[in-house]
């Protein structure tokens, strides 16, 4: 028996009480029945129905962020705070709800609004270029790639972010 | 091949958007899942686990199998409750397993999760498929948990990958530096 003194590292082996509570003693493989899995792809599908309207709320908290970063320079840096919270949470979930060019145009907007750096005008005129496009793409219900509306709201948000480019 | 039955596993669930909640909770519960109690930030988190543990009766479940989270929640985050749950002295369940889901995908942050002992990542956006998927690893694939002097949790060595060099591991299950627990 080892020297309790001397151990250094301890290695915890359990019974799986986790499989025999959910698969049974058997052992054998288990599986999540189809028909259940289709049932809870539906499930999924129904609320994506919702996701514009729960969206367009963010995206509202978004532009009043954007209103405050204009209105009062001096505390940008707590709106941006909040548009990069914002940005986080929405880059998250479009693409669950089929709305991927949300996803992207999210993470962009997550990358510009995390800034150690001064705040300046064209910081703000970007957050603008983002919330723009993504109202787009939930006004005209753009899913997917979005096809040709989507390559020009992509091509819009990178002319939009090369014009302001931050250096 | 049998099907898995959900019914008797306890899963907490923490995120902060009432939205994907609701979305999670349906989910789960048309899975099969027989308990999901939800919360909305780390801290409420924290409060149930222990009030599940001293009084099962009044928390409404007996034990939690299972913590799915958020990472990024205010004013606690996920990745502060799983410090807590495997290293929190008031901790009642050191190695219930955790899937943390998260938005952040970057290796470091993956890493930083691994290093605080997570059992499992689940990336946002989701899919139905990979929320079975991480289910069933848990369930399937636990791995068994490490304690060592700078870590505790599941073993963050997943499989086993040939080296073709020397190894230079130094300790192993015969060292008497190691004690191996079973339970």
Redesign the interface.
Known sequence: M???K???????????R??E????L?G??????AD??A???A??AD?AE??PD?VSGLIDQLAEQHRRCVDSPDTRRVHFEEIN?IA??M???????GY?LI?AFADSLYGFSYSKGVLTDNHVELIKAHIDSMRAVITNRVKGDGGEIGTELTKGLNQAIEKHKIS | ??????E??NVLLVED?P??R??LT??LK???VGGVSTMDHGGDAIDFLKLVHSDPMKAGVMSI??VISNW?MSPVDGMILLRWIRRHKDSPDR?L?FIMI??YSEKERVQEAREMGVSEFLT??????S??QKL?T???R?R??????SYFGP?RRRVKVEFPGQDRRI?T?KS????????
């Open positions: 080892a020297d309790k001397n151990i250094k590292v301890r290695l915890y082996r359990f019974k799986n986790l499989r509570k959910t698969a049974g058997s054998g493989e288990a599986k999540i029945p259940v899995l049932q809870a792809q499930a999924l609320m919702d996701y729960w919270h986080h949470d880059k998250g979930q479009g693409g669950t709800f991927p996803t | 091949m049998a099907d898995y039955d959900f008797r596993l958007s939205f994907i609701s979305l349906n989910c048309i899975l099969g199998d299972m990024d190695f397993p998260s938005a946002k956006p989701f899919t139905i498929e929320i079975s069933i848990t369930i399937e636990p068994q948990f490490v304690h060592t002097g073993d300790l299950d008497p530096e190691v004690e191996v627990v079973h339970g």
